[in-house]
């Protein structure tokens, strides 16, 4: 059970670059979600799915794009990177949301650099 | 807007003593607070949880408490151990049309001396 797995590791990229971060959960979670995280502020959510099939925008999405073709892959795409990109980025999946909170599970992180 | 704030971004305590890790947050309609841990090179992992009509909530070396109308949220560890030593963040769920939305503070980095 390898829980929440991400790839790259790690990524340089140039401005206006573009890539795709994945990310792999393997405990049949139906919600899965990318966050960034930045100094001196907490994670900030970029896009969430509540399905498969689904996406949605969180609190920062712009500049992102996401897909969720198969339930247990979420991708997070860079259409053209910019310095202000540069981040660590987490991928987190969760089970279904009910009146009892269910605590999300996180992958190890990629973390991204734009020159 | 940050909705989560951790205002201390480091600790420094001795082993064998306790750690208190502390939280405020705006928003009073929050339902749920959790505790993440976070090792160097790791994803947060999930340590502790308290529902929002609780006040505290116990876990072995690991105590959270609630205090609504401070709008204030700690974390006590007792006795700190050097193994404890990793940046803590809390989290601040708003549970609304089956969906939980989480709000995370910016992380508290904790040393624990032997």
């Known amino acids: 059970n390898a829980g929440v797995t991400q790839t790259p590791k790690f990524r340089v990229l140039k401005t206006g670059q573009s890539m795709t971060l994945l990310c792999a959960q393997d405990?049949?979670?139906?919600?899965m979600y990318w966050y960034r995280q930045d100094p001196g502020m907490g994670l900030r959510l970029i896009h969430y799915?509540?399905?498969?099939?689904?996406?949605a925008k969180g609190e920062v999405p712009d500049g992102y794009n996401v897909s969720r073709l198969k339930k247990q892959n979420f991708l997070l795409g860079l259409e053209s990177a910019a310095p202000s990109q540069t981040s660590v980025y987490f991928c987190?999946?969760?089970?279904?949301?009910?009146?009892?909170?269910?605590?999300?599970?996180f992958g190890p992180g990629t973390r991204l650099t734009v020159l | 807007d940050q909705q989560v704030k951790q205002n201390s971004p480091s600790l420094s305590v001795q082993e064998g003593r306790i750690s208190i890790l502390n939280c405020d947050y705006t928003?009073?309609?929050?339902?749920?607070f959790l505790w993440y841990k976070k090792y160097p090179a790791e994803g947060p992992t999930f340590l502790i949880s308290i529902s929002s009509i609780k006040d505290k909530n116990e876990d072995g070396r690991f105590t959270v408490f609630l205090n609504k109308s401070a709008k204030h949220l700690s974390l006590h560890i007792v006795p700190s151990q050097p193994g404890d030593s990793a940046v803590y963040f809390c989290?601040?769920?708003?549970?609304?049309?089956?969906?939980?939305?989480?709000?995370f503070g910016s992380g508290t980095k904790l040393n624990v001396k032997p």
């Open positions: 799915s509540v399905g498969e099939g689904t996406t």
């Open positions: 989290a601040a769920i708003l549970s609304r049309y089956n969906f939980n939305k989480f709000y």
């Open positions: 405990m049949n979670h139906e919600y």
């Open positions: 928003n009073s309609m929050f339902d749920y």
């Open positions: 987190a999946s969760s089970k279904l949301a009910g009146k009892i909170y269910n605590e999300q599970f």
